[in-house]
Structures are given as structure tokens and as C-alpha cells.
């Protein structure tokens, strides 16, 4: 069976840092590129950062670039998110997701979410 | 970047029902859209990719069609699991941009 289990999520404050983590099992990590989404009561699902398998290519959404950081280890199986210069509306929920070709990306298995508050 | 527009933002249904779902997109983007199914408090679910292929274990009621610039999800024959939040998502190079979502109610 697939899992994808996201951790670190919390309370901080604004300014701060946070690193959220994504245990992977189930498959094979190393062949996948993963994708961290998150979600807002106002702002409904929203991209914010994509690596490839073998962690050499990434990409960020604008409202997140300079501040936060994706990266992997496959020897662990894991995702990151490393977030700094947090602001309120970084405040959601936190999805890592496995990312599959076909003819475009999609984003096939999900995990159960973490929640970060950015709170003074 | 391709923006995706969903409508209604919600709608009202019974069992039974045919429901379709709108999503437009500011460009065209070929073929490369998907449909996920959020329940609350939960992730998203993968239901339609690649505009139209259903997702293995989703059932065939499920319909995905379109092109261009304007795609559907369709629902035949409603069930009460059905009732969530359907989003459209789009991928342009490794941006990923979602539709705002469409809430499903039972009337």
C-alpha cells in the first residue's frame, strides 16, 4: 500500500521557520518526483514546490521562491519542506503528493495533510 | 499562467442526478487536465487525468471530456458518496495550477 506521511507542522511565529517531512512507502521513491501542496480557506489548493526523482530539478510557486526549499533523501524515502520567512498566508494545510507522467503531471497519491499556523 | 475557472462554485443535487462540472482555462492546454474529488477533512483524490482517463478503482459514472480551452466532469447517476468538492487541475511544465473547486451538496 501507498503512504505518504507528512510531519513537522505546528504553531510559529511570523519570521520564523518550520521543516515539514513526507515519509514515503509503498513504492519505489526514488522513481517519482513529489510535489508539496497546500490549502487555505481563501485560497482554495495551491502549488507550491515540485523536485524531480532524483532531487536535481526544482521548481517553486512566486509566493513561496527565496523562502522556502524542497529537497529529498532516497535513502530515506523522504521529502522536505524547509519554510522560512513565514508569513499568515503561508497558514494552511500541507500536502506532499507522488507525482505521475502521463500526458501531463498528476498527482496520484496524497498524504493526510499537515497543518502549519502562522501566529504571533 | 494558465488560470482554471470552475462553475457552478456549488451545486445543489439528488441521488440519481446527472451532474456536469465546468472548468475554463485562459489558454488552451491540450490534454493535460485532471479532476480531483475532495471529501472534508480529507486529501484530495485523483479522479479524471488526461482530460478524459478514469483513475483505477474509480467507478465508471465518472466522466471527464473536452478541449481547448473548456473541459467537463460529468456524474452519472449520483451516489451519496459522491458529495464533495471537485477541483480541475492543469499542468504547464512543472507549475500545477488548480481550478478554485466546485462544492457537490445533496439538495
Known amino acids: 500500500e501507498i503512504q505518504l506521511i507528512e510531519s513537522g507542522g505546528g504553531v510559529v511565529q511570523p519570521g520564523g521557520s518550520l521543516r515539514l517531512s513526507c515519509a514515503a512507502s509503498?513504492?519505489?521513491?526514488?522513481?517519482?518526483?513529489m510535489h508539496w501542496v497546500r490549502q487555505s480557506p481563501g485560497r482554495g489548493l495551491e502549488s507550491v514546490s515540485d523536485?524531480?526523482?532524483?532531487?536535481?530539478?526544482?521548481y517553486y510557486a512566486d509566493s513561496v521562491r527565496g523562502r522556502f526549499t524542497i529537497s529529498r533523501d532516497n535513502s530515506k524515502n523522504t521529502l522536505y519542506l524547509q519554510m522560512g520567512g513565514l508569513r499568515s498566508e503561508d497558514m494552511a494545510v500541507y500536502y506532499c503528493?507522488?507525482?505521475?507522467?502521463?500526458?501531463?503531471?498528476?498527482?496520484?497519491?496524497w498524504g493526510q495533510g499537515t497543518l502549519v499556523t502562522v501566529s504571533s | 499562467a494558465i488560470q482554471l475557472t470552475q462553475s457552478p462554485s456549488s451545486l445543489s443535487a439528488s441521488v440519481g442526478d446527472r451532474v456536469s462540472i465546468s472548468c475554463r482555462a485562459s489558454q488552451g492546454i491540450r490534454g493535460a487536465l485532471a479532476w480531483y474529488q475532495q471529501k472534508p477533512g480529507k486529501a484530495p483524490k485523483l479522479v479524471i487525468y488526461d482530460v478524459s482517463s478514469l483513475e483505477v478503482g474509480v467507478p465508471s459514472r465518472f466522466r471527464g471530456s473536452g478541449s481547448g480551452t473548456d473541459f467537463s466532469l460529468t456524474i452519472n447517476s449520483l451516489q451519496p458518496e459522491d458529495f464533495a468538492t471537485y477541483y480541475c487541475q492543469q499542468f504547464n511544465g512543472h507549475l500545477i495550477t488548480f481550478g478554485q473547486g466546485t462544492r457537490l451538496e445533496i439538495k
Open positions: 509503498g513504492f519505489t521513491f526514488s522513481n517519482y518526483a
Open positions: 503528493a507522488r507525482v505521475v507522467h502521463s500526458y501531463g503531471d498528476y498527482l496520484d497519491h
Open positions: 523536485i524531480s526523482s532524483n532531487g536535481g530539478i526544482t
